[in-house]
């Protein structure tokens, strides 16, 4: 039985304990993994015998995490035409950013006003973990680690089907500034505020956890819209 704090995947440890989750559920981690590092780009094309062969596996559990996927929208096809990785435009960007502020908002008003005193060192070194790669531009582990915080507020929330709604949007917003992010190659500011948001929910400060969660996703638009350039045409 693998330990409970390491993801075999990906080998990212996780800031506290997880729950038993089943084969699909792990391969569909492993492939959201693959979708917001770059490895599956948009438009790649997958099917469950090759994606069972580098898990090891066999196609079925492949094939459910695949559908089960696609059903969120990270995949299309399916069936006997095989899979493919969903391409987000400017419109689908736009709807991602508006779900985070009413999902995110109050849900880190709720974990703050919750939060255990023994969660925050946890939740604290995945942010400076993420401040440290964000800085020296390494897109790969920041989407890693990234992913991995949103996952951790995500549990702390106390409800899963929340957990899951906002780990499907952190991966909806790698799949969209992803490739931008990496062509850049370079530090950016937009997710450095990180710490400063755990040092907020561990200090039970509701309101300013809000607000600062309201403001970070308030400036992802002029932030994708000088990061994506002409190429995006208009957020509205």
Known sequence: MQPAETNVFTGISFAGAVRRISLREEIAEALSDDLVTGRLPAGASLTANDAARRFGVSATPVREALIHLAAHGLFTGGHHRGFQVARYGWADFAEIVEARKLLSVPLVGRIARTLPDEAGPGLARLADRLDAVRWYGDTTETALIDRQFFGELGRLSGNERLAGVLRLLRVQTWMFLGPYLRAAQGPT???????????????????????????????????????????GGDLG
């Open 189 to 231: 500011d937009a997710w450095r505020r990180h710490r400063e948001l755990v040092d907020r929910m561990t200090a039970h400060d509701a309101e300013g956890a809000q607000a600062l969660m309201r403001d970070c996703i308030a400036a992802q638009r002029p932030f994708a819209r000088r990061l994506v350039g002409d190429a």
